[in-house]
Protein backbone atom coordinates (compact mmCIF):
# COMPACT_ATOMS: atom_id res chain seq x y z
CA UNK A 1 0.00 0.00 0.00
CA UNK A 2 1.24 3.34 -0.95
CA UNK A 3 0.65 6.79 0.47
CA UNK A 4 0.49 9.73 -1.58
CA UNK A 5 -0.02 13.94 -0.06
CA UNK A 6 -0.61 17.03 -0.78
CA UNK A 7 2.44 18.77 -1.69
CA UNK A 8 1.58 22.23 -3.02
CA UNK A 9 -0.28 22.90 0.63
CA UNK A 10 -3.71 23.30 -1.71
CA UNK A 11 -6.47 21.41 -0.95
CA UNK A 12 -7.40 21.23 -4.74
CA UNK A 13 -3.43 18.88 -5.21
CA UNK A 14 -2.57 15.55 -4.45
CA UNK A 15 0.80 14.24 -5.28
CA UNK A 16 0.51 11.50 -7.39
CA UNK A 17 2.43 8.36 -6.59
CA UNK A 18 0.00 5.36 -7.51
CA UNK A 19 1.80 2.31 -9.23
CA UNK A 20 0.65 1.31 -12.64
CA UNK A 21 0.64 -2.29 -11.87
CA UNK A 22 1.84 -5.50 -12.71
CA UNK A 23 2.95 -7.27 -16.32
CA UNK A 24 0.48 -8.28 -18.75
CA UNK A 25 -2.92 -8.00 -20.30
CA UNK A 26 -6.00 -10.58 -21.24
CA UNK A 27 -6.54 -10.64 -24.86
CA UNK A 28 -9.73 -8.37 -25.41
CA UNK A 29 -12.46 -11.09 -25.93
CA UNK A 30 -10.80 -13.40 -23.44
CA UNK A 31 -10.57 -10.87 -20.66
CA UNK A 32 -13.75 -8.99 -20.99
CA UNK A 33 -15.39 -12.80 -21.23
CA UNK A 34 -13.45 -13.62 -17.98
CA UNK A 35 -14.31 -10.42 -16.41
CA UNK A 36 -17.83 -9.83 -16.70
CA UNK A 37 -18.26 -13.85 -16.04
CA UNK A 38 -16.84 -12.87 -12.56
CA UNK A 39 -17.26 -9.06 -12.05
CA UNK A 40 -20.53 -7.34 -12.62
CA UNK A 41 -20.04 -3.30 -13.78
CA UNK A 42 -20.96 -0.60 -12.11
CA UNK A 43 -21.47 2.66 -14.12
CA UNK A 44 -24.41 4.76 -12.27
CA UNK A 45 -26.06 7.40 -14.43
CA UNK A 46 -28.85 8.46 -12.37
CA UNK A 47 -29.01 10.34 -8.85
CA UNK A 48 -31.32 10.23 -6.63
CA UNK A 49 -30.91 10.63 -3.14
CA UNK A 50 -29.91 7.05 -2.46
CA UNK A 51 -27.39 7.19 -5.61
CA UNK A 52 -25.10 9.23 -5.44
CA UNK A 53 -21.70 8.68 -7.67
CA UNK A 54 -19.03 10.75 -6.10
CA UNK A 55 -18.02 14.16 -7.24
CA UNK A 56 -16.35 15.76 -4.42
CA UNK A 57 -16.28 13.38 -0.88
CA UNK A 58 -18.90 11.44 1.14
CA UNK A 59 -18.57 10.51 4.88
CA UNK A 60 -19.87 7.18 4.01
CA UNK A 61 -18.90 5.01 0.42
CA UNK A 62 -19.69 1.96 -1.01
CA UNK A 63 -17.86 -0.15 -3.59
CA UNK A 64 -20.44 -2.37 -5.06
CA UNK A 65 -18.23 -5.03 -5.86
CA UNK A 66 -14.07 -5.80 -5.96
CA UNK A 67 -12.10 -8.81 -5.49
CA UNK A 68 -8.89 -10.87 -5.38
CA UNK A 69 -9.59 -14.15 -7.93
CA UNK A 70 -8.31 -16.62 -10.12
CA UNK A 71 -10.55 -15.85 -13.55
CA UNK A 72 -10.75 -17.49 -16.80
CA UNK A 73 -8.32 -17.94 -19.60
CA UNK A 74 -5.45 -17.92 -17.06
CA UNK A 75 -6.55 -14.54 -15.60
CA UNK A 76 -6.08 -13.49 -12.00
CA UNK A 77 -8.38 -10.07 -11.05
CA UNK A 78 -7.50 -7.55 -8.00
CA UNK A 79 -8.16 -4.38 -6.61
CA UNK A 80 -6.89 -1.22 -7.37
CA UNK A 81 -8.53 1.47 -4.99
CA UNK A 82 -7.57 4.62 -4.05
CA UNK A 83 -8.88 6.22 -0.79
CA UNK A 84 -8.03 9.93 0.04
CA UNK A 85 -8.77 12.20 2.61
CA UNK A 86 -10.11 15.66 2.07
CA UNK A 87 -10.15 16.94 5.63
CA UNK A 88 -6.99 19.26 6.87
CA UNK A 89 -6.62 16.46 9.60
CA UNK A 90 -6.26 12.79 9.85
CA UNK A 91 -9.12 10.29 9.58
CA UNK A 92 -9.91 7.20 11.12
CA UNK A 93 -11.52 5.35 8.59
CA UNK A 94 -13.67 1.67 9.03
CA UNK A 95 -13.62 -1.07 6.12
CA UNK A 96 -16.05 -3.37 5.73
CA UNK A 97 -15.99 -6.23 3.52
CA UNK A 98 -19.33 -7.51 2.02
CA UNK A 99 -18.72 -11.12 0.97
CA UNK A 100 -20.51 -12.88 -1.97
CA UNK A 101 -23.56 -15.05 -1.00
CA UNK A 102 -22.53 -15.78 2.49
CA UNK A 103 -23.06 -13.71 6.34
CA UNK A 104 -20.15 -11.50 6.31
CA UNK A 105 -21.17 -10.53 10.45
CA UNK A 106 -17.95 -12.78 11.28
CA UNK A 107 -15.75 -10.53 9.08
CA UNK A 108 -13.95 -7.70 11.68
CA UNK A 109 -13.71 -4.43 10.54
CA UNK A 110 -10.24 -3.18 9.58
CA UNK A 111 -9.10 0.13 10.18
CA UNK A 112 -6.14 2.56 8.86
CA UNK A 113 -5.74 6.11 9.38
CA UNK A 114 -5.19 8.78 6.69
CA UNK A 115 -2.88 11.71 7.14
CA UNK A 116 -4.60 15.40 6.50
CA UNK A 117 -4.97 16.00 2.80
CA UNK A 118 -3.32 12.72 1.61
CA UNK A 119 -4.68 9.49 0.66
CA UNK A 120 -3.50 5.52 0.37
CA UNK A 121 -3.30 3.63 -2.91
CA UNK A 122 -2.96 -0.60 -3.46
CA UNK A 123 -3.07 -2.18 -6.42
CA UNK A 124 -4.42 -5.52 -4.53
CA UNK A 125 -6.59 -3.34 -2.13
CA UNK A 126 -8.43 -6.59 -1.34
CA UNK A 127 -5.90 -8.93 -0.88
CA UNK A 128 -3.19 -6.61 0.56
CA UNK A 129 -5.62 -4.31 2.93
CA UNK A 130 -8.18 -6.01 3.71
CA UNK A 131 -6.57 -9.77 3.87
CA UNK A 132 -9.44 -11.31 2.10
CA UNK A 133 -9.85 -13.41 -1.27
CA UNK A 134 -12.94 -14.22 -3.57
CA UNK A 135 -15.46 -11.22 -4.38
CA UNK A 136 -17.54 -9.04 -2.07
CA UNK A 137 -18.30 -5.13 -1.53
CA UNK A 138 -16.77 -2.97 0.01
CA UNK A 139 -18.35 -0.21 2.78
CA UNK A 140 -15.93 2.83 3.80
CA UNK A 141 -16.70 4.98 6.45
CA UNK A 142 -15.05 7.57 8.75
CA UNK A 143 -14.86 7.07 12.41
CA UNK A 144 -13.83 8.70 15.53
CA UNK A 145 -11.13 7.74 17.98
CA UNK A 146 -13.71 5.51 19.61
CA UNK A 147 -15.13 4.06 16.54
CA UNK A 148 -18.35 5.69 16.23
CA UNK A 149 -19.36 7.03 13.11
CA UNK A 150 -17.60 10.52 12.28
CA UNK A 151 -20.02 12.77 10.20
CA UNK A 152 -17.54 15.22 9.25
CA UNK A 153 -15.17 12.38 7.55
CA UNK A 154 -14.11 13.93 3.63
CA UNK A 155 -13.80 10.65 1.88
CA UNK A 156 -13.36 10.02 -1.84
CA UNK A 157 -12.54 6.68 -3.30
CA UNK A 158 -11.31 5.15 -6.52
CA UNK A 159 -11.74 1.62 -7.66
CA UNK A 160 -11.00 -0.43 -11.04
CA UNK A 161 -10.47 -4.47 -11.24
CA UNK A 162 -7.43 -5.37 -13.39
CA UNK A 163 -5.44 -8.65 -14.30
CA UNK A 164 -2.24 -9.29 -16.27
CA UNK A 165 -2.67 -10.75 -19.60
CA UNK A 166 -1.43 -13.85 -19.95
CA UNK A 167 1.50 -15.03 -22.06
CA UNK A 168 1.45 -10.99 -23.05
CA UNK A 169 4.52 -9.44 -21.04
CA UNK A 170 4.32 -5.94 -19.36
CA UNK A 171 0.52 -4.75 -19.51
CA UNK A 172 -2.82 -5.03 -17.83
CA UNK A 173 -6.71 -4.44 -18.71
CA UNK A 174 -8.96 -3.10 -16.28
CA UNK A 175 -12.33 -1.98 -16.26
CA UNK A 176 -13.44 0.83 -13.62
CA UNK A 177 -15.64 0.66 -11.04
CA UNK A 178 -17.36 4.01 -9.57
CA UNK A 179 -17.30 4.38 -5.90
CA UNK A 180 -21.39 5.44 -4.90
CA UNK A 181 -21.26 8.36 -1.81
CA UNK A 182 -23.82 5.79 0.58
CA UNK A 183 -26.70 7.29 1.67
CA UNK A 184 -28.56 5.05 4.43
CA UNK A 185 -32.03 6.64 2.69
CA UNK A 186 -34.76 3.89 2.87
CA UNK A 187 -36.50 2.92 -0.46
CA UNK A 188 -38.58 -0.03 -0.19
CA UNK A 189 -38.67 -0.17 -4.47
CA UNK A 190 -35.82 0.20 -6.66
CA UNK A 191 -36.21 0.73 -10.78
CA UNK A 192 -33.48 -0.50 -13.85
CA UNK A 193 -34.06 0.94 -16.60
CA UNK A 194 -32.10 0.47 -20.36
CA UNK A 195 -31.08 -3.13 -20.15
CA UNK A 196 -31.01 -5.77 -22.90
CA UNK A 197 -31.98 -9.53 -22.66
CA UNK A 198 -31.80 -11.89 -25.90
CA UNK A 199 -29.97 -14.71 -27.65
CA UNK A 200 -27.26 -12.35 -27.77
CA UNK A 201 -27.22 -10.89 -24.31
CA UNK A 202 -27.54 -11.99 -21.06
CA UNK A 203 -28.56 -10.63 -17.84
CA UNK A 204 -28.05 -10.82 -14.20
CA UNK A 205 -28.90 -8.90 -11.30
CA UNK A 206 -27.12 -8.03 -8.05
CA UNK A 207 -28.37 -6.58 -4.53
CA UNK A 208 -25.92 -5.33 -1.67
CA UNK A 209 -27.06 -5.58 1.54
CA UNK A 210 -24.79 -3.42 4.02
CA UNK A 211 -26.64 -4.39 7.42
CA UNK A 212 -26.49 -6.73 10.39
CA UNK A 213 -29.57 -8.39 9.67
CA UNK A 214 -30.26 -10.54 6.87
CA UNK A 215 -32.54 -9.22 3.84
CA UNK A 216 -35.56 -10.96 1.58
CA UNK A 217 -35.85 -9.26 -1.92
CA UNK A 218 -37.60 -9.62 -4.93
CA UNK A 219 -36.38 -9.32 -8.30
CA UNK A 220 -39.66 -8.48 -11.03
CA UNK A 221 -38.32 -8.49 -14.74
CA UNK A 222 -40.81 -6.99 -16.76
CA UNK A 223 -40.83 -7.85 -20.22
CA UNK A 224 -41.45 -5.88 -23.26
CA UNK A 225 -44.50 -8.12 -23.84
CA UNK A 226 -45.93 -7.10 -20.51
CA UNK A 227 -45.23 -10.88 -18.79
CA UNK A 228 -43.67 -11.13 -15.32
CA UNK A 229 -40.57 -12.89 -14.05
CA UNK A 230 -39.96 -12.98 -10.48
CA UNK A 231 -37.51 -14.47 -7.91
CA UNK A 232 -37.17 -13.83 -4.39
CA UNK A 233 -33.89 -13.57 -2.65
CA UNK A 234 -32.81 -13.67 0.99
CA UNK A 235 -29.43 -11.96 1.34
CA UNK A 236 -27.28 -12.87 4.70
CA UNK A 237 -26.07 -9.98 6.87
CA UNK A 238 -23.24 -7.98 5.22
CA UNK A 239 -23.72 -9.83 1.66
CA UNK A 240 -23.81 -9.08 -1.65
CA UNK A 241 -25.47 -11.76 -4.28
CA UNK A 242 -25.75 -11.48 -7.91
CA UNK A 243 -28.71 -13.42 -9.90
CA UNK A 244 -28.85 -14.50 -13.81
CA UNK A 245 -31.68 -14.08 -14.72
CA UNK A 246 -31.85 -16.49 -17.83
CA UNK A 247 -33.89 -16.51 -20.95
CA UNK A 248 -34.00 -14.03 -24.06
CA UNK A 249 -37.17 -11.86 -23.88
CA UNK A 250 -36.89 -8.65 -23.77
CA UNK A 251 -36.91 -6.69 -20.29
CA UNK A 252 -38.68 -2.62 -20.65
CA UNK A 253 -38.34 -3.05 -16.95
CA UNK A 254 -36.22 -4.29 -14.15
CA UNK A 255 -37.59 -3.42 -10.28
CA UNK A 256 -35.84 -4.90 -7.29
CA UNK A 257 -37.98 -4.38 -3.63
CA UNK A 258 -37.14 -5.50 -0.29
CA UNK A 259 -40.44 -7.76 1.68
CA UNK A 260 -38.98 -6.71 4.87
CA UNK A 261 -41.66 -5.16 6.79
CA UNK A 262 -38.90 -2.80 8.61
CA UNK A 263 -36.34 -1.19 5.46
CA UNK A 264 -32.68 -0.68 5.82
CA UNK A 265 -31.12 1.24 3.14
CA UNK A 266 -29.76 -1.12 0.67
CA UNK A 267 -28.92 -0.89 -3.41
CA UNK A 268 -29.40 -2.79 -6.46
CA UNK A 269 -27.76 -3.33 -10.56
CA UNK A 270 -28.48 -4.95 -13.74
CA UNK A 271 -25.92 -5.54 -16.54
CA UNK A 272 -26.27 -7.03 -19.31
CA UNK A 273 -23.36 -8.90 -21.19
CA UNK A 274 -22.67 -9.85 -24.88
CA UNK A 275 -22.56 -13.64 -25.35
CA UNK A 276 -20.55 -13.26 -28.20
CA UNK A 277 -17.66 -10.30 -27.55
CA UNK A 278 -18.12 -10.48 -23.80
CA UNK A 279 -19.02 -6.71 -24.01
CA UNK A 280 -21.33 -5.33 -21.24
CA UNK A 281 -22.73 -2.03 -19.59
CA UNK A 282 -24.58 -1.60 -16.47
CA UNK A 283 -27.08 0.31 -14.92
CA UNK A 284 -27.41 1.43 -10.68
CA UNK A 285 -30.78 1.02 -9.01
CA UNK A 286 -32.57 3.56 -8.31
CA UNK A 287 -35.78 5.35 -6.17
CA UNK A 288 -38.77 4.39 -7.68
CA UNK A 289 -41.68 6.66 -8.95
CA UNK A 290 -44.58 6.56 -7.27
CA UNK A 291 -46.10 3.91 -10.08
CA UNK A 292 -44.54 1.14 -12.47
CA UNK A 293 -43.87 2.50 -15.81
CA UNK A 294 -45.91 0.77 -18.89
CA UNK A 295 -44.34 -0.92 -22.13
Do not use: C
Not at 186 to 214: F, T
Amino acid sequence: MEEFADSTGSSSQFRNSYSRDGPGVAGPLAMRTALIALLTIFLATAASADLIVPQTSASRILIPIAGETPGAFGTHFRTDISLTNFREVEQRVALRWLPADRSGADVPLRFITINGRSGISSNDFVGTVLGQTGLGGILIFGVDAQGQFDDDAQLHATSRIWTPEPNVPNGTMSQAFPAIVYEPTISRIKWILGMRRSEQYRLNVGVVNPHPNAMAFRIRVITANATVETRDLILQPYSIHQEGMAGTAEPFQIIVETTETTANAWQSWASSIDNVTGDAWSQMAFRAPSAPATP
